[in-house]
T-cell receptor, first 111, second 116 residues
């Protein structure tokens, strides 16, 4: 069964600190892996998209890694800001359009 | 350039009533998708349009849900009759021509549906 699991479920850190969110997937065939940020009351916004051959991809303070052998991905946030408070969702595509979503990690940044 | 818009932002209806959600994709995007997030669960795919045609509707939960995209522009998702378990947030997304390697999807803000 195609599944995407994320950990932790929620995380609270102090402003300025770094954090890493985890994603494990059992999706086959694999096309690409995406990380989305979703603010409360808003739609998801794409942070990174990685294909099988990409090990790491950065978008500002966000760096995603992908290990296609172990089917694991991580999202590292550097020097967190209050505006980083949101849900971060790992999504795996098994074809060109169908997306399989994780439940998300709720991140809270405290001043 | 305007993003994906959805209307209404929030709808509260009683069980057995009908509700129609609307999505306006980004202009020029042939692909339009509907997703749903029910309370405490992950977002799930409902269906995918390419222009006015249904490419994949494998995620539609049952025949109480009807999606249309007449003319290949905006889309509507009708729930008739609504049940309590239909409550959730309905997201719409659009992307450019299918076949792009990433086929990045741009999401609307969602419609929160509450069925009482």
């Amino acid at each position: 069964k195609n599944q995407v699991e994320q950990s932790p479920q929620s995380l609270i850190i102090l402003e300025g600190k770094n954090c890493t969110l985890q994603c494990n997937y059992t999706v086959s065939p694999f096309s690409n892996l995406r990380w989305y940020k979703q603010d409360t009351g808003r739609g998801p916004v794409s942070l990174t998209i990685m294909t099988f051959s990409e090990n790491t991809k950065s978008n500002g303070r966000y760096t995603a890694t992908l290990d296609a052998d172990t089917k694991q991905s991580s999202l590292h946030i550097t020097a967190s800001q209050l505006s980083d408070s949101a849900s971060y969702i790992c999504v795996v595509s098994s074809s060109n359009y169908q997306l399989i979503w994780g439940a998300g990690t709720k991140l809270i940044i405290k001043p | 350039e305007a993003g994906v818009t959805q209307f209404p932002s929030h709808s509260v209806i009683e069980k057995g009533q009908t509700v129609t959600l609307r999505c306006d994709p980004i202009s020029g995007h042939d692909n339009l998708y509907w997703y749903r997030r029910v309370m405490g669960k992950e977002i799930k795919f409902l269906l995918h349009f390419v222009k006015e045609s249904k490419q994949d509707e494998s995620g539609m939960p049952n025949n109480r849900f009807l999606a249309e995209r007449t003319g290949g522009t905006y889309s509507t998702l009708k729930v008739q009759p609504a049940e309590l378990e239909d409550s959730g947030v309905y997201f719409c997304a659009s992307s450019q021509v299918a076949g792009a390697s990433y086929n990045e999807q741009f999401f609307g803000p969602g419609t929160r549906l509450t069925v009482l």
